[in-house]
């Protein structure tokens, strides 16, 4: 006799199975559909951010205007708006005159300066230049922007060639209040140098502390009460170290405000618990039977570990470390309290030099006015999505590389 009850109930298993693997294919396809919409936004939004338009014109380097014996001190700017102006010869009007020179950017009188300081002979001849245009032409012209001024800069574009081009400003330059200027060049290498020493603090002394945790510490209450306090460290918020790094590093040892310094230490302390945790781990994942063998034929404790246990634990370690540093170069509110919000236009020469970092970058440019600003957030977002990328891929690489399975 066939047991209809015992197959209907295996119906029903099988179809409560399915459904739920269903709802995880289902919620598996939102979060990708969501991810990339995410990602496909941010790069529309700041890929313009990485060219920029230059016009064409021929410039007359005047003497009276610019000594040879002195290049950089002459009035560039004049010379530029004065050949500018000479392709509209029908605009004469005071105001018109004024929009015609807002098309054009400061930067264009400096690299003419450079130009020129670096050929004195092309004083008294006429040099084709290639002008950099403000923000608000380069966003008409790149489509983004709908001007007001859209009849004189389609008149702008007839007379003088503009072409575009890709932005290496947007590399080599600190921050600045024109947005056609602004680059990433100081916060990267603020972040570097913040990043930099919070692995030169967080890396061996999260290491050491783990493998005295892990293999030298006797189990008692003190060490179970380290542990407890460890972990709790590794969930505090963020913002709570800054205030600690405020406090202690600004405050009572008055070290330089807006440094990387100071935001290495904060950064140091906010991913040494995670270091901590993470190694402590890699070290438990080796067999005890190899340090056992390595203690039965004679070696010390200390060579056991440092020899043993301790090379075979180096990939994971090295993984939970990267992924710590990655969320490190990606934090924020730490470094706001610790004053790494400011305007800093210069980059850093050095750890105590003023400087900022890519995310507080990204906060600051997120707040200003202007179109072009907003652009220039997504395309730092950009960058700094494929630094940590970066990071994640090397995470990965390391522990495929050197993992092993026992």
Not at 73 to 88: H, M, N, P
Not at 144 to 156: C, G, H, R, V, W
Not at 289 to 300: C, F, P, Q, R, W
Not at 372 to 399: P, Q, W
């Amino acid at each position: 006799m066939i047991d209809l009850t015992g197959k209907a109930a295996n119906t029903k298993r099988y179809a409560a199975e399915k459904r739920f693997k269903s709802y995880g294919a289902i919620a598996l396809g939102l979060t990708t559909v969501f991810l990339l919409f995410l990602l496909a936004d941010i790069v529309g939004k700041g890929w313009p951010a990485f060219f920029e338009h230059h016009a064409s014109v021929d410039v007359m380097i005047d003497p009276a205007s610019v000594d040879v014996a002195t290049p950089a001190t002459g009035d560039y700017s004049a010379l530029i708006k004065d050949a500018v102006r000479a392709q509209f010869p029908d605009i004469t009007s005071r105001s018109d005159k004024k929009k015609l020179a807002s098309f054009i950017s400061q930067a264009a009188a400096d690299d003419l300066r450079d130009r020129v300081v670096a050929d004195p002979s092309l004083i008294g001849k006429t040099v084709k230049a290639d002008i950099l245009l403000s923000a608000d032409a380069d966003l008409y012209f790149k489509g983004i922007e709908q001007s007001d001024d859209a009849e004189m800069l389609e008149k702008f574009k007839t007379k003088l060639p503009v072409a575009k081009s890709i932005s290496w400003r947007f590399w080599t330059n600190g921050d600045s209040r024109e947005p056609e200027l602004a680059g990433l060049l100081g916060a990267i290498k603020g972040s570097l140098l913040t990043v930099g020493i919070a692995i030169l603090l967080g890396l061996p002394l999260g290491v050491g502390a783990a493998i005295y945790l892990e293999q030298f510490a006797k189990k008692s209450r003190w060490t179970d009460v380290i542990e407890v306090n460890i972990n709790n460290l590794a969930a505090v918020p963020s913002i709570i170290f800054g205030l600690l790094g405020l406090a202690m590093f600004l405050n009572f040892f008055g070290l330089p405000r807006s440094a990387p310094l100071v935001g290495g230490l904060v950064l140091a302390l906010l991913v040494l618990p995670t270091i901590i945790i993470a190694s402590r781990a890699a070290l438990r994942a080796v067999p005890p039977s190899i340090k056992e063998a390595a203690l039965g034929v004679g070696a010390s404790q200390q060579q056991a570990v440092f020899h043993h246990v301790l090379p075979l634990a180096l990939p994971g370690i090295l993984t939970g470390t990267i992924l710590g540093l990655a969320r490190a170069f990606g934090e924020t509110a730490p470094l706001l309290m610790i004053g790494m919000v400011a305007f800093i236009a210069d980059v850093p020469q050095g750890p105590t030099d003023p400087a900022t970092v890519l995310p507080v970058q990204i906060f600051l440019w997120s707040d200003l006015p202007e179109l072009a600003f907003k652009s220039k957030t997504a395309a730092a977002i950009i960058v700094l999505i494929m630094i940590l990328m970066s990071a994640n891929a090397i995470a990965i690489y390391l522990r495929r590389k050197f993992e092993r399975r026992w």
